[in-house]
Structures are given as C-alpha cells and as structure tokens.
C-alpha cells in the first residue's frame, strides 16, 4: 500500500463547467476527509466518511459540491458549475480507528478556474 | 469549536540551530490528541509528532520535540539541528472525538544554509 492517492494532480476547467476528483485511502483506513487549502491558510473541513457513510459536511460545502465514497472505499468530490473562488488544493486523507493515528494526506488535487 | 493560533507566520533559523514553533489553541474536549504536520512546497502534509493530552511527558521523536502547556493549552514544536529538509509549512492541530481537525494558518519555516 502506497498511501493516499489523489487524482488528477492538477485541473484547469473554464467557469461554469463540472469536475471531479478522486480518492483512494490506505486500504485499511475506514475514515475518509476532505479538506479545501487556500495559498497561505490552513486546510479547512469540508465532510468525512466512516466507511461509506457521509457523517458530517461544514458548511463551506455549499450544495454544489457532492462527496460519495461508494462501498466505503475510494471517494469522489465533485463541484458543480465551478466559479473561480473554487480554485484551491484538495486534500484528501484517511485515518484508522483511533484518535492517536492521526491522518495520512494524499498530495491533493490543485484546481483552477479560469 | 476548537480554534488554533500559530502567531509566527515565519520562522527562520539557521542550519544546525534550534527553533521553536508556537501554537496554542482552545478546545472543550477533555480526551483529545495533538499533532504537528509539515507541508513542504508542494508536498503533501506530513505527520510529524502527537501528544496525548492526558500525558504529561512530552512527545519526543528523534530531533523533534513538543512543550507541552496542558493549562494554558500551548503546545510548541522545537526542531533540533534543523536541516535544509526541515523547510516547510509546519501546522499544529487538536483532535478529538469529532475526528476532524481545525487548522490554525500555520508557521514557514525557513533554514539557512
């Protein structure tokens, strides 16, 4: 096992248009995040998976964005009629049962909307 | 809500030398976890220490180390013999049993050479 894996790495789509991103977590982790880093913040909470179900959304997520994790596996992020103030990296990371583990980050998806 | 307060944007030290990282935060939870990540440019976040919040031995990995304040709820991350790899974003989060973290804006840490 290698790890988180996000892709694509990098996204450049036009305003208005649609995307998605994947993510695979370490196979064992049951726990699934996403988060959105804008250049110079700290990464802020999107929502969380245990298994496959979706247990909490912050409220940056507005209802253009959908998340799924479909068998408790990988997970999708997808934006619907993206607009520029989108453009941000997205961290996807897993974590096993516990507190004490921590998250393991994947490299994240780097979106910009022109 | 959890918050966090890293109030050193940036850091720089000298290669070799000591830096301490400051971080203090504020949660309501009683039985909680803290961690140090480093995200170097473009670079995905690392994990770097935990601390148990209910230990009162400070955490200790290899050339880092945490001062851990359970009272005034700081928790300062000290590189030893920094090295020109140790040049990152370096962010402190809590966790708890929300099992998310809250972000402060981090600290860059810069390493002379």
């Known amino acids: 096992d290698t790890g988180v894996s996000q892709d694509p790495r990098h996204k450049i789509t036009k305003r208005g248009q649609n995307v998605t991103f994947r993510c695979d977590p370490i196979?064992?982790?049951?726990?699934l995040y996403w988060y959105r880093q804008t250049l110079g913040q700290g990464p802020e909470f999107l929502t969380y998976?245990?298994?496959?179900?979706?247990?909490?959304k912050s409220r940056l997520l507005s209802d253009r964005f959908s998340a799924e994790r479909p068998k408790g596996s990988f997970s999708t992020l997808e934006i619907q009629r993206t607009e520029q103030g989108d453009s941000a990296m997205y961290l996807c990371?897993?974590?096993?049962?516990?507190?004490?583990?921590?998250?393991?980050f994947g490299s994240g998806t780097r979106l910009t909307v022109v | 809500a959890q918050t966090v307060t890293q109030s050193q944007p940036e850091m720089s030290v000298q290669e070799a030398e000591t830096v301490t990282l400051s971080c203090t935060y504020d949660?309501?939870?009683?039985?909680?976890?803290l961690f140090w990540y480093k995200q170097p440019p473009s670079r995905q976040m690392i994990l770097v220490i935990r601390?148990?919040?209910?230990?009162?031995q400070n955490a200790t990995e290899n050339r880092f180390s945490v001062n851990f304040q359970k009272a005034a709820k700081s928790f300062s991350l000290k590189i030893s013999d920094s090295q020109l790899g140790d040049a990152a974003m370096y962010f402190c989060?809590?966790?708890?049993?929300?099992?998310?973290?809250?972000f402060g804006t981090g600290t860059r840490l810069k390493v002379l050479a």
């Open positions: 998976f245990q298994n496959e179900a979706q247990l909490e």
């Open positions: 601390q148990e919040a209910y230990k009162q």
């Open positions: 989060a809590p966790l708890s049993g929300t099992y998310k973290y809250i």
């Open positions: 949660t309501s939870e009683s039985d909680y976890y």
């Open positions: 990371a897993s974590s096993a049962r516990g507190m004490g583990y921590g998250y393991t």
């Open positions: 196979s064992e982790h049951n726990r």
